[in-house]
Nanobody, 124 residues
Framework: QMQLVESGGGLVLAGDSLRLSCTTS????????MAWFRQAPGKERDIVAG???????SYYADSVKGRFTISRENSNTIYLQMNTLNPEDTAVYYC??????????????????WGQGTLVTVSS
């Protein structure tokens, strides 16, 4: 059983930056496609960014393009660099993993493993 652990959330001011980290443990003999989702109160869980198992492809939601960057350090660790944060970015951010594939999966029901979430609050 694979576990995902996120870290790096917090309270920041509009315009600030944060970097989220996600580390997998357990069954990590291979790399997985991984992604960051976020869920604000009363809203659905939506993808923010995703990356394929070999870092060959990445995906970004329109709302974060040019501000957020997803990266992979190795098969077990990914990051989400978030710049120029605004109050609309306030949400619980979740790391997710799924089987390796050519393209980035963008729907939450395509991911089998999830972290517990880390809260990002952006104050104006």
């Amino acid at each position: 059983q694979m576990q995902l652990v996120e870290s790096g959330g917090g309270l920041v001011l509009a315009g600030d930056s944060l970097r989220l980290s996600c580390t997998t443990s357990g069954r990590t003999s291979r790399a997985y496609n991984m992604a960051w989702f976020r869920q604000a109160p009363g809203k659905e869980r939506d993808i923010v960014a995703g990356i394929t198992y070999n870092s060959g492809r990445s995906y970004y939601a329109d709302s974060v393009k040019g501000r957020f960057t997803i990266s992979r350090e190795n098969s077990n660790t990914i990051y989400l660099q978030m710049n120029t944060l605004n109050p609309e970015d306030t949400a619980v951010y979740y790391c997710a993993a799924t089987a390796p594939r050519f393209a980035v999966a963008t729907r939450s029901n395509e991911y089998a493993a999830w972290g517990q979430g880390t809260l990002v609050t952006v104050s104006s």
